[in-house]
């Protein structure tokens, strides 16, 4: 498989739109890093500033192989394929 850039997603382990975002990655063969915030104070504190001091999950980091890099909150499947292909 080609390079297609990286996915961290920002999660807990109680978050309901994380594990179904989960399931879909999983399905479509996407790999992706998967950080706790409940376990990582730094994590947390990044989430927060992307979501305006909210700790919202998910929160997906998305660096594509073009180099661009995205932060999305909560989003869709197709989302991250786009953000991904950019």
Known sequence: M?????VTMYS???CGYCNR???????????YN??????DPESAKFVEQANGGNQTVPTVLVKSSGGN????????LAQV???LAV
Not at 2 to 6: C, E, H, K, M, R
Not at 23 to 31: N, T
Not at 34 to 39: M, S, Y
Not at 69 to 76: A, L
């Open 2 to 6: 080609q390079d297609t850039g990286t």
């Open 12 to 14: 807990t382990t109680w």
């Open 21 to 31: 975002l989960k399931k879909q990655l999983d399905r479509e063969g996407i790999a």
């Open 34 to 39: 998967e950080i706790n915030i409940e376990l």
């Open 69 to 76: 890099e995205s932060v999305m909150t909560n989003p869709s």
């Open 81 to 83: 394929k786009q953000a």
